[in-house]
């Protein structure tokens, strides 16, 4: 059973930047793909940005120049820098990861931009 753990949530104020970890319990390049979605309070999940096992990246138009996805294979861990972060960026943020027949989902990690 894949394990997706998230973590750096925080309380940030506006402008401010976090860093998000998804440590995978095996090799990440196992998976075609590991994305990050997010939810915020009765709203749906929504794609925020994933990598590809080639490396390709590709980003929502939401987050487009202020976000970015990355990842470090020896650690097995994706990351999602976020920068200049505004109140509707408020959500829980979840790790996903796919192989040619199965996903997996993280437990999530609460980011909140708030003054």
């Known amino acids: 059973q894949v394990q997706l753990v998230e973590s750096g949530g925080a309380l940030v104020q506006p402008g401010g930047s976090l860093k998000l970890p998804c440590l995978a319990f095996?090799?990440?390049?196992?998976?075609?793909?590991v994305a990050w979605y997010r939810q915020a309070p009765g709203k749906e999940r929504d794609f925020v940005a994933s990598?590809?096992?080639?490396?390709?990246?590709q980003y929502a138009d939401f987050v487009t120049g202020r976000f970015t996805i990355s990842r470090d294979g020896a650690a097995r861990t994706v990351y999602l820098q976020m920068n200049s972060l505004r109140p509707e960026d408020t959500a829980v943020y979840y790790c996903?990861?796919?192989?040619?027949?199965?996903?997996?989902w993280g437990q999530g990690t609460q980011v909140t931009v708030s003054s």
């Open positions: 996903n990861a796919v192989t040619l027949s199965r996903q997996y």
């Open positions: 990598i590809y096992v080639d490396g390709r990246t």
């Open positions: 095996e090799n990440i390049f196992n998976f075609n793909r």
